[in-house]
């Protein structure tokens, strides 16, 4: 499987090369201006920063999966996945104890 993972902290890639050592690791964030460097990608995790809108997706034909790293999910397109059969995860419970506090 192809994975790819974007807008990846300096701190965090010996974490994901441990668990996925063969995934595409990107600083930057996945934009419809880049998407099609990485039209071989299966699954994706971003975060907020990036676009995963129709033009994006539409340019990754493999895609299958999006994973975002964060709770909010506005910057995917969920009706076009929803359309193609792409998976979309979120992180639903994310700093509840910190937003008490």
């Known amino acids: 499987m192809n994975i790819g993972f974007f807008e990846v902290n300096e701190w965090e890639i010996p974490v994901i090369k441990r668990h996925f ?30 676009t995963l809108d129709a033009s994006t997706m539409l340019q990754m034909p493999h895609l299958k999966c999006i994973a975002t790293r964060s709770t909010g999910f506005d910057h ?6 929803a359309r193609n059969n792409i998976v979309v995860s979120n992180v639903p419970r994310y700093g509840d104890r910190t937003v008490a506090e």
């Open 21 to 50: 050592p063969r995934a595409t690791i990107v600083s930057d964030p996945l934009l419809p201006e880049n998407a099609k460097k990485y039209a071989h990608l299966e699954v994706v995790s971003t975060f907020i920063y990036s």
């Open 76 to 81: 995917i397109d969920v009706k076009h996945c």
